[in-house]
């Protein structure tokens, strides 16, 4: 029988199988922020165990609240910068060399086809696009995966998303990813790891893709996980080509994760996008999902173009595209926040980040911040973002404020017009 | 520990997710304890009063998905941090379930009718719930009514609940 490419990764990766079903797979990487890792860090320490299982797998940065802002958030980075020293760990990645997590690691060159991968972060799946299983897991999860190199998962099903047609211009794929949650729901992939697939997948860059695999645990996907292609050879073939003859044999090496033809998929769900249209969320769930153009006309008090969703160097070239020459307008207030100094520094080099401020943006350094409420442009109680981050609940950028999901294009379109609107990449490609 | 128990409070709303649960703000918080006065301070549920609903609690019944969201394992320590052991749900978000066992924690997965049953007790009376792992039942008193409910755990749950957690499971196994 077939197998999908996550059973295929599982079998390449099991070291026991303990209960019937629960599979302890070994891992490649173990990715560390600092909100999730202190406690697992101290409580190592207190058992006596302050060990790491291998030095160069893994991979830390100080990203959701930085520079630190204050005393508790300094003890955090503390934390984990003393103990990255200690165990001689690399590559952690301090202030001034530091970005958003979903965005370094992968830039970074850290992520393959085929790996395992866990990190103390939701988004963690991110790195799915890249072809590997990677799941986001809780900090006792992270301890173990720290100390032992192992982590536990359930046998999951795959649900294949077969997504055909061909986008029109102005739909991205935050616009996809929008339209996949929105039709199975906030449950629809509980336990499942979603495969995307497809013609429009093919055509994605890695930054589309990543854009996609981030959003799959809106779904409660455990991961999202594209193909390994030619497209994938391509982004990686700066880490990797000391390794391989030519970009054929290491796409013949990755091309083992493939999916075979009879694999068995717990369902597949076929989405043409030749209609999509830019999307944006209401209410508090990321599946309450409709036409901007349906929206057009809500006030916005702030917008945020950032994240590990959206905060890549294609976001911030669409979003300058919308804005340059222009000016946001005055009832509301703009932020950009580039994902890594990698990013920063070549939205400098082409003249972006000039593009933001002579519109009237606030630029900031690299950092998860406003997603998610904690620095970096948080709201008062009842105001309103438009934002390319990825989750829309009660609070979530402020304590009483609301949060409208999309695209960098419709974000920067939303900057200039003060209220949700329509990127004229879209309404008026012409 | 292998039996949990004490009084239950009923949450009557699907998708409660980890930012209601503990909201990111107290993310800088390295001690568990300190969360404990800030669960679910920012859960949207009309009548619910956070500090008056959840004081003498030690299990939560509500409805599907919960704990959706971000991974943060803090919403369990939150829960604990306040007494609360065991949640009993129709279905749960992955990383909170697996993050409940993890902590030697209970999550509890009930179908629809029998979750619905639990709300109509509770409706009537304060309901006070008892779970034992090795015998996978709970006994339910409320007012002058007693019943049962059997439950399933994995053998993976409950030798992590029997463990402690999967540190200690780990640690002894790998």
């Known amino acids: 029988m077939g197998k999908t490419i996550a059973e295929k990764i599982f079998d390449d990766h099991r070291v026991d199988q303990p209960f019937a079903g629960v599979n302890v797979l070994r891992l490649d990487r173990v990715f560390c922020h600092e909100i999730t890792t202190p406690t697992a860090i101290q409580d190592l320490v207190a058992r006596g165990k302050d060990r790491v299982f291998d030095p160069g797998k893994i991979k830390a940065v100080i990203d959701h609240v930085t520079p630190a802002k204050d005393s508790k958030t300094a003890l955090q980075g503390k934390i984990l910068r ?40 939701s988004h963690t799946c991110t790195h799915g696009a890249f072809g590997a299983f990677a799941a ?61 697939c497809g013609p429009v997948v093919d055509a994605m860059s890695m930054e589309a893709r990543m854009t996609l695999s981030n959003m799959a645990v809106e779904a409660g996907a455990t991961s999202g996980i594209c193909r390994p292609d030619a497209v994938t050879v391509a982004y990686l073939w700066p880490f990797i080509k000391d390794e391989y003859t030519d970009h054929k044999a290491a796409l013949a090496d990755f091309s083992r994760y493939l999916p075979d ?22 209410g508090y769930k990321p599946d309450h999902v409709k036409p901007v153009s349906d929206m057009a006309g809500t006030p916005v008090d702030q917008v945020y173009i950032g994240s590990c969703t959206n905060g890549r ?50 630029v900031t350094n690299p950092t998860c911040g406003a997603c998610l409420g904690m620095s970096n442009g948080v709201l008062a109680s009842g105001e309103v973002a438009a934002a390319t981050t990825n989750r829309n609940f009660n609070g979530r950028m402020g304590k009483g404020g609301m949060v409208h999901l999309m695209s960098p294009a419709t974000a920067a379109a939303t900057a200039l017009s003060g209220t949700i609107a329509n990127a004229s990449l879209f309404s008026d490609p012409a | 520990m292998t039996t949990f128990s004490g009084n239950a409070l009923c949450l009557d709303r699907a998708d409660i997710n980890t930012d209601e649960i503990i909201p990111a703000r107290y993310l800088t918080e390295i001690d568990k304890s300190a969360l404990g006065p800030h669960l679910m301070e920012d859960l949207e549920l009309e009548g619910f ?66 979750i619905d049953r639990l709300f109509e007790s509770a409706a009537k009376n304060f309901l006070h719930i008892s779970a034992d792992v090795d015998t996978e039942t709970i006994t339910v008193t409320a007012g002058p009514d007693t019943f049962a409910l059997p439950f399933t755990l994995s053998g993976f749950e409950k030798a992590l609940v029997q463990a402690g957690g999967w540190v200690e499971y780990a640690d002894q196994n790998y």
Not at chain 1, 157 to 184: H, M, N, S, W, Y
Not at chain 2, 56 to 75: K, M, P, Q, Y
Not at chain 2, 88 to 113: E, K, V
């Open chain 1, 313 to 362: 160097i294609q976001d911030l070239r669409v979003a300058a595209q919308v804005v340059a020459g222009k000016k946001i307008a005055d009832s509301v207030r703009a932020i950009v926040s580039p994902a890594t100094p990698d990013v920063f520094s070549q939205a400098m080099e082409e003249g972006l980040i000039k593009i933001f401020m002579d519109a009237g943006f606030c």
């Open chain 1, 82 to 121: 003393d103990w990255a020293r200690r165990h001689g760990i690399i590559d952690f990645f301090d202030i001034g060399r530091n970005g958003v997590c979903h965005a370094l690691f992968p830039e970074k060159g850290f992520v393959r086809p085929g790996f395992v991968i866990i990190m103390g972060d």
């Open chain 1, 261 to 282: 033809e009879d694999a068995v998929y717990a369902g597949h769900e076929i989405m043409d996008v030749t209609d999509l249209v830019p999307l944006t969320t209401f």
């Open chain 2, 49 to 114: 009063d956070p500090q008056k609903d959840l004081a003498g609690i030690d299990v939560l019944v509500t409805r599907e998905n919960f704990g959706c969201g971000s991974s943060r394992e803090h919403a369990p320590w939150a829960l604990e941090a306040n007494g609360i052991r065991v949640v009993i749900a129709p279905s749960f978000a992955r990383i909170f379930y697996q993050n409940m066992f993890n902590c030697g924690m209970l999550a509890i997965t009930l179908d629809r009718t029998q």
């Open chain 1, 136 to 196: 986001g897991v809780g900090t006792t999860d992270l301890e173990v995966g720290i100390l032992k190199g192992v982590c536990a998962f359930k046998q999951p099903d795959t649900l294949k998303i077969e997504i055909t047609g061909a986008l029109q211009p102005g739909v991205f794929a935050k616009d996809v990813i929008l339209e996949v949650i929105r039709r199975i729901t906030v449950n629809g992939a509980t336990n499942q790891v979603i495969e995307f």
